[in-house]
């Protein structure tokens, strides 16, 4: 994924989760310092490379927040449902790279259905080759079919805003829910 960023030439923000050692007992990376936990997994010198365009966090963002930047063009996403909810609600087009489960089938259906979605192709085991993530970054950020996709995108949040705003379908299904829960409390 370092090498697919980085030859990309875009801007990012990536959250990486480095792995635990092999042995089970607990133990952390044997360095706390940040920065050589991240050189630790990352590719040499990846970091100093793209310091100037990249941020690497080692722990939990917050991702709500960090889709609604107005700089954030694309998100790459596991294709898990809530994941994709919060980038359609901010109006972002999404880089699909399922792990495992129904994701799978939420990929199929962003990139063949919805065409909200830019598939990653996969391995047999999963992986993704950098070539291919560097590709579809390009294309979302930059070419025609990333245009496309940014304008249903597009559409999906304004539908989205529209259903859970003041008189929209979803808003008044929960408000129903809510008087009903209500009525059911006080029966």
């Known amino acids: 994924m370092a090498v697919g960023l980085e030859r990309s030439g875009h801007r990012f923000l990536w959250v990486v989760r480095i792995p635990p050692p092999e042995d089970t007992t607990g133990r952390t990376l044997a360095n706390p310092e940040v920065e050589q936990r991240l050189e630790s997994v990352l590719p040499e010198g990846f970091l100093e490379r793209t310091k100037h365009r990249g941020l690497v966090w080692d722990s939990w963002a917050p991702q709500v927040e960090v889709l609604s930047h107005n700089s954030v063009g694309g998100f790459v996403t596991h294709c898990g449902w809530n994941s994709v909810l919060e980038a359609v609600c901010h109006g972002l087009p999404l880089i699909a790279w399922p792990l495992f489960a129904e994701q799978r089938l939420n990929k199929v259906f962003l990139s063949e259905e919805a065409k909200l979605a830019l598939p990653l192709e996969q391995s047999a085991e999963g992986f993704v080759r950098a070539e291919e ?26 539908g989205a805003t529209a259903a859970t705003g003041d008189g929209g379908s979803s808003r008044a299904a929960l408000d129903q829910l809510a008087q009903l829960w209500k009525y059911v409390k006080d029966f």
């Open 133 to 158: 993530l560097e590709k579809q970054i390009r294309q979302l950020m930059g070419a025609k079919s990333g245009a496309a996709i940014r304008r249903r995108v597009t559409a999906m949040n304004e």
